[in-house]
């Protein structure tokens, strides 16, 4: 099973600024995705994070607000920018094989203020 | 386009009690995932199921796909503390159970009384 450690697992940031958020896996792995859970909700897919090209952005979701990086196939960030307390939420970071199993990591917790 | 429902939201569970957590799609399910989720953190994968009919276990925890392959449900057999936590059903979208990308259930909170 593959090990996915994000970082940082929480952080408090003031409205108008950019924090990025680092998944790091400890095997390759074909496909890594980004995921938000906004307060009470469940998850929803932000974006694939493809390797060596420009992530793949689902409905609601835009490259200039969640600009994504995958450098290899073991690690890839999320950047949430401009933020507003409506990005308060976990961000998980997902990652694996095509084979069965799809792993998450411990999520970062963002509150904005 | 494809939503999970799941029931029920919350349970509350004397320990030692048996309960079932169920997972229904409008549409054929190609790939089901359960996971568990303490508040806050992290998706702790349980299992996957794709075939219809198709059941597995994990210690005193049971999930299975009917043979439609529009409901899952996770069975928990005497239930303990640790058992606490939000219950995720995911699946695959697009056909695909490779392509990585699910759709979630809303969860189901349970908790376990001492």
């Known amino acids: ?113 | 386009s494809q939503e999970l429902e799941q029931s029920p939201q919350s349970l509350i569970v004397q320990e030692g009690k048996n309960l079932t957590i169920n997972c229904t799609s409008s549409k054929t399910l190609y790939g089901l995932y359960w996971y568990k989720q303490k508040y806050g953190e992290g998706l702790i994968f349980l299992m996957m199921l794709q075939k219809g009919g198709e059941e597995k276990s994990h210690e005193k925890i049971t999930a299975k796909l009917d043979e439609k392959k529009q409901q899952s449900s996770l069975h928990i057999t005497a239930s303990q503390p640790s058992h606490a936590g939000i219950y995720l059903c995911g699946a695959a979208r697009h056909g695909s159970s490779n392509t990585g990308k699910l759709i979630f259930g809303q969860g189901t909170t349970l908790q376990v009384k001492p």
């Open chain 1, 1 to 113: 099973s593959a090990v996915i450690s994000q970082k940082p697992s929480r952080d408090i940031c003031q409205r108008g600024t950019s924090l990025t958020i680092q998944c790091q896996v400890d095997s390759q792995v074909t496909m890594m995705f980004w995921y938000r859970q906004q307060p009470g909700q469940s998850l929803t897919l932000i974006a694939t994070a493809n390797q060596g090209s420009e992530a793949t952005y689902e409905s609601g979701f835009v490259i200039d607000k969640f600009p994504i990086s995958r450098p290899n196939l073991t690690f890839s960030t999320l950047t949430v920018s401009n933020m507003s307390p409506e990005d308060s939420s976990i961000y998980l970071c997902s990652a694996g094989t095509g084979r069965e199993k799809l792993f998450f990591g411990s999520g970062t917790q963002l509150s904005v203020l």
